[in-house]
Structure formats: structure tokens, C-alpha cells
């Protein structure tokens, strides 16, 4: 599993926490940077996977 993989995830749910709690504080700042940073993640993690398909690739 590539690093990115893991760093995305995690950034995802950091994002999906920070954006609960500008929902919940009534915070739009904060909401909007947690859905930006969990979008981030998103993408990230798109790219470990892609960097494991190739990695995968090559190895046969």
C-alpha cells in the first residue's frame, strides 16, 4: 500500500472532523475548509492507488 493511500485517508478524516464541527459550531469557515481538506484527501488517496496499479503492473 502506498504512502499516499494512508496520508489521504487520514487527511480525509481529519477533514470530515473539522467539517462536523464547523456544522456544528455554525462555523461556515471552518465547515468549508474540512470539506476542502477531505476533498484533498480524496485526490491523494487517488494517487497512491494509481502509484500501486502501476507498481503492481511492473512487477509481473
Do not use: L
Request: without cysteine; charged residues 45%.
Amino acid at each position: 500500500m502506498d504512502k499516499d493511500r494512508i496520508a489521504g485517508k487520514a487527511k480525509e478524516v481529519k477533514g470530515a472532523i473539522k467539517e462536523g464541527v464547523g456544522k456544528m459550531t455554525g462555523n461556515k469557515e471552518t465547515e468549508a475548509e474540512g470539506k476542502v481538506e477531505k476533498a484533498a484527501g480524496k485526490v491523494q488517496g487517488k494517487v497512491g492507488e494509481a502509484k500501486d496499479a502501476v507498481r503492481d503492473t511492473f512487477k509481473r
